[in-house]
């Protein structure tokens, strides 16, 4: 039953996201706001699919910490499920993602359109400062932005080091940084065709301490990170 519900699923997710992709190409001359609702609304019918299809339903706890305005999500990374699901969560959300993403056919535009921050994860110090630049733009518009701190997914129970990227974001912007904790791949393992029934937790963490240096702004989020996916992976 299983395979059944996640060959639905998969077949699905692939031709939603494909027609919505090309159909999203009709905004791009208008502003970016418009496609970003229409991101929103293809998040909400993804989830709901995995509710209907699959048996998934996502918890949310903490999204209260969330001040209004610019923010920065420093978000665990275990599933693609975590890359869709923010701007079914909160307003105007944009992402850090790897430059490849950009030149996806229909998708790569929407996301240019939409003010998603790219990234050269091969490019070192300059690429490093041109994703600052990019991002601060972003949160100058008080938009929140979601970043992965470990720069790639990681299977559950994984440890993968925390890149330096956000320690850098958050101490030129000054924005306030969540850390958020999730349990996403163990329903939807990275690269995996199966999706496992049950419950997707995300979990909001109140923001670290404004003004901290970089490494014990690092060990901060590693260890709260950390410590809360650990929690969530252990409850039954």
């Not at 910490?65 to 307003?91: C, E, M, N, Y």
Request: charge should be positive; proline fraction near 8%.
């Amino acid at each position: 039953m299983i395979f059944l519900r996640s060959l639905v699923f998969n077949a699905l997710f692939m031709t939603v996201t494909a027609l919505s992709a090309m159909i999203a190409m009709a905004l791009l001359p208008f502003h970016s706001r418009y496609i970003r609702r229409y991101i929103q609304g293809w998040a909400k019918i993804i989830i709901w699919l995995l509710r209907l299809v699959c048996g998934i339903r996502v918890e949310v706890t903490g999204l209260q910490h969330i001040a209004p305005g610019a923010a920065i999500i420093a978000s665990k990374h275990q599933s693609a499920f975590d890359t869709f699901v923010w701007p079914a969560l909160i307003a105007h959300p944009s992402y850090v993602l790897k430059r490849e993403l950009l030149d996806l056919p229909f998708w790569g535009r929407a996301a240019r359109h939409t003010g998603a921050v790219a990234v050269d994860r091969d490019g070192g110090g300059a690429a490093l400062r041109a994703m600052v630049r990019d991002a601060k733009g972003v949160l100058d518009e008080g938009r929140p932005l979601v970043i992965f701190p470990e720069g790639t997914r990681s299977a559950p129970g994984e440890k993968v080091p925390y890149q330096p990227g956000v320690a850098a974001l958050v101490i030129a912007s000054g924005a306030p940084c969540y850390p958020v904790a999730t349990n996403s791949g163990r329903h939807w393992g990275r690269r995996a065709f199966h999706k496992m029934p049950g419950v997707i937790s995300i979990s909001v963490l109140p923001a670290l301490p404004p003004g901290l240096a970089r490494k014990p702004l690092m060990e901060a989020l590693e260890q709260q990170i950390e410590a809360e996916t650990t929690r969530l992976m252990a409850a039954p």
